[in-house]
């Protein structure tokens, strides 16, 4: 089988007994593990030979991913040194000051100079700093307008929307499925705020990735015999001040950073709020 986007794909596939005869101390951190090249998936002795015969093969590094974003940011940056960063300060609602232009991504400083070096409050990888020089070289600066759409409603994103839908609204379901309370830890620590009563649901959040593209999450528990369900919603000017590629990188990045931190801190460090890191 295709080697799994994340790892609760192969957290999937465990009996979620937390049995440790693996050593690992629960299935998701030994799905983890899996996912990471740490361990094999026929180290678990719950699992049949047909599910590991099926997943066995080659495997892709999960740290690829955005290896193709990270060539691409080297474009960007050498297009920032030509730029008008005070101009598009104005035009996109950043902060312009010495050389440098800030503006907020997720409620953290996220910065760069007129030689296009990159500063933030957060880790600096390709999935936030593709979006972020897009946004500051290309996007129009139109004002959120408060209507919500989903991605396969933006401008060229319709033929996208299944692969948006497995790695960003499905991966991010896994997780708020997995660890309810650590999901609605996760959105809140990265300055979400509550959204419109008429969107609510069990957990609904507006999370701002960039100043004029936020995003809306929308998770609904599993309730009398209907399955859980979580959708994501931009506003309709994400695809002017971003393109479609560049919201699904969003997307997806953000799905991942869940599924990372999840399962490198757990729910007793996210409470805390200490040492969160995209």
């Excluded at 959204?195 to 929308?218: A, G, N, T, W, Y």
Aim: aromatic share 10%.
């Amino acid at each position: 089988m295709p080697h799994p986007k994340h790892a609760m794909e192969i957290f999937q596939l465990l009996d979620k007994s937390n049995c440790r005869e693996c050593g690992e101390k629960t299935c998701l951190a030994f799905a983890g593990a899996v996912f990471q090249g740490k361990r094999k998936i026929a180290e678990c002795p719950k699992l049949d030979r047909e599910t590991i015969k099926r997943f066995s093969g080659a495997q892709e590094d999960p740290n690829n991913v955005f290896v193709e974003g990270a060539d691409f940011l080297d474009e960007l940056k050498n297009k920032i040194t030509a730029a008008d960063l005070a101009a598009a300060a104005q035009r996109v609602g950043a902060d312009f000051s010495g050389d440098r232009l800030t503006l907020k991504i997720l409620g953290k400083d996220y910065s760069v100079d007129t030689e296009g070096n990159l500063s933030a409050d957060i880790h600096i990888n390709p999935w936030v700093a593709v979006p972020f020089l897009t946004y500051i070289l290309y996007g129009k600066g139109l004002p959120v307008s408060g209507n919500w759409v989903s991605f396969r409603e933006l401008k060229d994103a319709k033929e996208r929307y299944p692969l948006f839908r497995k790695r960003c609204e499905e991966a991010m379901k896994q997780v708020a499925d997995t660890y309810t309370d650590l999901f609605d830890d996760l959105v809140h620590i990265f300055s979400a705020r509550q959204v419109e009563k008429q969107f609510e649901s069990d957990i609904s959040v507006v999370l701002h990735p960039l100043p004029r593209v936020p995003m809306m999450i929308c998770y609904w528990q599993p309730e009398d015999g209907l399955e859980s369900s979580l959708n994501v919603f931009f506003d309709e000017t994400a695809d002017q001040n971003l393109d479609a590629d560049t919201v699904f990188t969003l997307g997806v990045g953000l799905a991942q950073m869940f599924t990372k931190l999840s399962l490198r801190h757990g729910f007793a460090d996210v409470k805390k709020g200490t040492s969160m890191k995209l």
